[in-house]
């Protein structure tokens, strides 16, 4: 039922000559489809848009070659070939009444220009971004004139396409403008350095070019980082930060206000709670006459109105909260609260882009699904016969089966034999910074609950015989194994492709002992770190918690490297350090003694001693399989009860992230009783015309 104090979300909003239907706008974010796959990229905004987004963005989409950002998927408009690219999405997004907008920019010293082989222009003489072994060079008065040129160009192609709204983009240490105004980048002597006012020339130049080229039939927003997080050393909210808003207050149609870089504009929920760019971005409002849009992984509508009513956005902002769910807008508008997929802020969103692969969410496997499978994050087809489905194991992966299999249509039993549903969800949502990632577990039980044809039964550990006996009395036909994986304790990962040689006495246990909380540990503690996600990281500080000395030791560079892709690795790095957590990086663990351990270091060889009276081990994870293998086995026992199938889904099959043992339970359930044949790819390809 809908609730009318959410009435104000729902309120118009003018954006210069154009209006969004509501508040609700889907700000620029990365895909990993882009140029690459327009027809992906086209489906998953025209999603959002259908969902009720009032305002739908790309991600930056490129000028010129000598923005390029290769290998990084992104949008491109270099030509007008690539319009044609681009007018799928804003068809998708017209049809359901939003209004597209497009992110236009040039990237200076953020190009690497891999593909072109254009030499990197940038503010400045630099380095530029990333360890790539090239220095950019100062652009001349020539340089900026072409750059000028390009961006209105841009802008008019935009408006051909048919954009709403076009985008001045400086912000993320990313746009070229955004350089010019930092201090930290911006050493120029002439009319285009020095005082902030020459500083924020170009960018001045660029939305004059844009409100000419375009400001009468589109809106122009202005997407501008307050701070740079860096102190003095750069833009500061309430000093340069504000003072580039005050003066260009009434130059664009709309802000886009948020904090640099992507890394501080994107917190996890481990490091950041709903709103908490607030503290950074609350003035704008009070300096201009324009509306504000900004972010802070928004997901419930209470805060959201709370943030129109105290004056400090005009529109909702939003990019994962978008991804996790993107009929949101249209839940609140309905009054159906439940069934918002809240978005856990684990960033596994950003690791497509990072990772140059189709973006992928924990809570939504539909995203990036769209049209080359046919997903809709909404409907599913229904069943195509009657069989009856057993589930063992209701962690992420089993509880995404039945609830996907049971909306079918079929019916579904699930057995746990745990006091709790979730699997690891439930155990890992326990530890320091991860409570939101208990989303995954509500949300899915939340939507069970309302089926009548799923049941879910916790604490009921089924043996095959059992599972066979069950089946034929109750006419389950088909079987599936979602009993997840465990961490295994030999220290078998990357580093090492056999167990580590330990004394019989010494203390050696896994996360999984350290969730359950039954291990009496033995001081100093070592946490060795050979799976290089957030496990590792998470073990130390909860170990830190309760014990004096707590080492982690990685192979790897730094510690939690992979988190690089989720934009977390220096702030776990920071935190672990603040919690007083030792940190030992390239080195590989050789052996463990009661008492102490042998490191070695990864490039040289060179080996130390390591006081230590516990080990914790995270390096790989062993599926809980035996139950497949000893059902698929008896070939003659499934007959006689009736089951026609036995499968493994999750990390029962393949120890992976949430996100996919997620989306291997969705697909489960999209694929159940169909004809695939396992010869053709299982998904629409988008092809490169030649």
């Known amino acids: 039922m809908k609730n009318p104090r959410y009435d104000i979300l729902f ?46 963005s790309t991600q930056e989409v490129d000028i010129h070659p000598s923005t390029d950002v290769s290998p990084y998927i992104e949008g491109r408009l270099w030509d007008r070939e690539d319009m044609k690219r681009l007018q799928l999405m804003v068809d998708a997004v017209h049809e359901h009444g939003s209004l597209a907008a497009i992110e236009i920019t040039h ?48 802008a008019l192609r935009s408006r051909e396409i048919g954009f709403d709204i076009i985008y001045v983009y ?73 003072e580039v808003i ?24 481990r490091f950041s709670g709903e709103g908490f760019q607030e503290p950074y971005t609350a003035f704008v409002k009070q300096v201009t006459s324009k509306p504000v849009v900004g972010v802070g992984r928004f997901t419930s509508p209470d805060t959201m109105v709370s943030q129109i009513r105290r004056g400090i956005l005009d529109m909702i902002g939003a990019a994962r909260p978008s991804i996790a769910d993107p009929f949101l807008p249209k839940k609140i508008e309905e009054g159906r609260l439940e069934d918002i997929r809240e978005c856990i802020g684990c960033n596994i969103c950003v690791s497509g882009d990072m990772t140059v692969s189709p973006i992928r969410c924990t809570q939504n496997p539909t995203m990036a699904e769209e049209y080359r499978k046919g997903w809709h994050p909404e409907s599913i087809e229904p069943r195509t016969g009657k069989d009856a489905v057993l589930i063992v194991g209701a962690g992420p992966a089993g509880l995404e089966a039945a609830m996907s299999l049971g909306k ?42 309302k089926l009548d044809n799923v049941e879910v039964h916790l604490q009921s550990a089924l043996t095959p015989a059992q599972i066979l006996e069950f089946a034929g009395a109750l006419g389950v036909q088909h079987v599936v194994c979602a009993t997840g994986s465990r961490w295994d304790p030999g220290g078998i990962g990357r580093q090492h492709r056999q167990d580590i040689p330990r004394s019989q006495n010494a203390c050696v246990v896994t996360p999984d002992d350290v969730m359950a909380g039954t291990t009496a540990f033995r001081g100093p503690v070592v946490v060795y770190d050979d799976d290089h996600y957030y496990m590792g990281g998470v073990i130390a500080e909860a170990l830190v918690r309760h014990h004096t000395a707590v080492t982690l030791v990685t192979p790897a560079a730094d510690v939690s490297t992979w988190t690089h892709n989720t934009l977390e690795q220096r702030y776990i790095e920071r935190h672990l350090l603040d919690c ?67 499968s493994r889904i999750g990390d029962c099959l393949a120890p992976s992230t949430i996100a996919d043992a997620v989306y291997q339970g969705h697909r489960f359930a999209r694929e159940f009783g169909r004809d695939l044949d396992p010869d053709r790819v299982p998904y629409r390809r988008e092809y490169v015309q030649i």
């Open 107 to 154: 990237n200076g010293h953020a190009s690497t220009n891999r593909h072109s082989r254009l030499p990197t222009m940038a503010v400045a003489e630099m380095l530029i971004d990333g360890y790539d072994p090239v220095q950019s060079y100062a652009m001349t008065k020539q340089d900026i004139a072409n750059v000028r040129r390009w961006h209105r160009r841009a």
């Open 408 to 449: 079918r249509g079929y019916p579904v039993t699930v057995a746990d034999a745990g006091e709790n549903p979730g699997g690891r969800v439930d155990r890992e949502s326990r530890l320091p910074g991860l409570s939101a990632w208990k989303r995954v577990v509500d949300y899915r039980m939340g939507q069970i609950e």
């Open 246 to 269: 005050e003066m260009l207050a009434e130059y664009p149609d709309i802000w886009d206000v948020n904090i640099s870089d992507w890394q501080h504009d994107s917190q996890s929920s």
């Open 170 to 242: 400086a912000a993320h240490d990313l746009a070229l403008p955004f350089h010019f105004i930092s201090p930290n980048r911006n050493t120029r002597t002439d009319e285009y350095g020095g005082s902030l006012e020459n500083r924020v020339r170009l960018l001045r130049e660029i939305l004059e070019d844009t409100k000419d080229a375009v400001g009468d039939t589109c809106g122009i927003a202005l997407r501008f980082a307050v701070d740079e997080m860096m102190g003095n050393q750069g833009i500061v909210a309430e000093n340069e930060g504000r």
């Open 580 to 646: 007083g957590v030792r940190i030992i990086e390239k080195h590989e663990l050789k052996s463990i003694a009661p008492d102490a351990l042998l490191i070695a270091h990864c490039v040289s060889g060179t080996t130390q001693s390591l006081e230590a009276g516990s080990v914790v081990m995270v390096t790989a994870r062993r599926p809980q399989e035996s139950l497949f293998f000893e059902l698929d086995g008896d070939r003659e026992g499934l007959e006689a009860a009736g089951i026609k199938s036995v």
């Open 11 to 56: 309120e118009p909003v003018r954006i210069g000559p154009v209006t969004a239907r509501n508040r609700f706008y889907q700000v620029p974010h990365c895909n990993g489809l882009g140029h690459l796959f327009p027809k992906g990229e086209a489906s998953m905004r025209g999603m959002k848009a259908q969902g009720g987004w009032a305002v739908v």
